[in-house]
């Protein structure tokens, strides 16, 4: 940009000094000594501009040639710019590879390891689900009660006009705790053999004797029955029944009869399991 604007200055200033000579010529040709000198100063003018010319060029062209050398060295770092770019790629590359690899790796182990202890969780589950239903089915086969009517003192039960469900409230025994002491009913856990025994106690009289018999599910089963004038009066009975789960089993009194327990508790009502069907 320089350079043009230079040579466009001195080509300027050598056609204005060639208009000014055109236009003195033929003035100055009738003056030959006073044309001759001016004649000179331009000479010598354009011989000037021309070195100037040539110094500016010269100038440029070293510019120029720096500018190439420059240029060549900025190529050259910025081949090896790319170069160690390049290198940094591939090892980035390389090194991403190898983590994603260690990374499935790791994932598959992870994997495996959950697999695992799935599978260790599973049998523990198993085993407790199994021990616990051993547990559940130890207490089951436990099952046994026996109790006394009264809870305290003495005294006689009766007579009524109508059979009368017997509440056995002095627990002794009730193992599984199938037998409510607030009822008096004995209800089957688990489907099984059962077997009941009951003893009725009470004093002789002439218009009562002293009954009991044992209910299952409100059917009547066994009776206890003994009547006499006076002493005492004792009446027992078993029975092994069959029961599913949830029969209910419990005495009545018989009507128009009397029972007695003391402190002695000589009217007793267990049962017990046998076995599991």
Known sequence: MFL??????????????????????????????STGGEAGNVSDQQHTCTQDIHAVLREMSGVLAGLKVEMRYLQHENEVQSAKVYQLESQLESQNTELNQQ???????????AAKLLTIESRANTTENHVNALTREGEVK???????????GSGDIGPFNAHT????????????????????????????????????????????????????????????????PSGGANAANGVTLLLEVGDVVFLRQWQNT????????????????????
């Open 4 to 33: 043009p604007l230079l040579l466009l200055i001195c080509s300027l200033s050598a056609a204005q000094i060639q208009a000014e000579s055109d236009n003195e010529l033929g003035e100055n040709l009738r003056q030959t000594e």
């Open 103 to 113: 990374y499935q790796e790791q994932a598959a182990k992870l994997a495996e390891q």
């Open 142 to 152: 436990r099952v046994a009660f026996s109790a006394s009517l009264l809870a305290s």
């Open 165 to 228: 469900n017997l509440i056995f409230r002095n627990v002794v025994t009730n193992v599984g705790n199938a037998y409510n002491p607030n009822t008096g009913f004995f209800t089957a856990p688990v489907r099984g053999a059962y077997h009941f025994e009951y003893y009725i106690y009470g004093h002789g009289h002439r218009s009562h004797g002293t009954s009991a018999m044992l209910v299952k599910n409100g059917d009547h089963v066994f009776i206890a029955y003994e009547h006499q």
């Open 258 to 277: 009397r029972i007695f327990d003391n402190e002695h508790h000589p009217t007793t009502f267990s049962g017990n399991l046998l076995f599991i069907m």
